[in-house]
Nanobody
């Protein structure tokens, strides 16, 4: 059974940083593409960042503007999202996702097979 479990969310002031983690189990992690998405109240789930299997390629949403960094540790079966210079507009539930054949530039949520439960990120002004 595939499981993805996010952690690291919380409340932070604007300009602050958070590091999200997503621990996986039940899948050959190193051969999966991984992504981070977010969903704010009343809005659709949107793409944030993705990393290819092996970690050679990454892709980011335009609004990231160099503030976020996605990385993976295959030995720990974990994907990370380092978020710096956070803005109130970044407030959302953040989800990690995994798929075996997804391209790193794919931004549609339905392209990912497996999802975590999400972790809340709240940025105060």
């Amino acid at each position: 059974q595939v499981q993805l479990a996010e952690s690291g969310g919380g409340l932070v002031q604007a300009g602050g940083s958070l590091r999200l983690s997503c621990a996986a189990s039940g899948l050959p992690f190193s051969s999966y593409g991984l992504g981070w998405f977010r969903q704010a109240p009343g809005k659709e789930r949107e793409f944030v960042a993705a990393i290819s299997w092996g970690g050679a390629s990454t892709y980011y949403a335009n609004f990231v503007k160099g503030r976020f960094t996605i990385s993976r540790d295959d030995a720990r079966m974990t994907v990370f999202l380092q978020m710096d210079s956070l803005e109130p507009e970044d407030t959302a539930v953040y989800y990690c996702a995994a798929d075996r054949i997804v391209a790193v530039t794919t931004t549609t949520p339905k392209s990912y097979d497996y999802w975590g439960q999400g972790t809340q990120v709240t940025v105060s002004s």
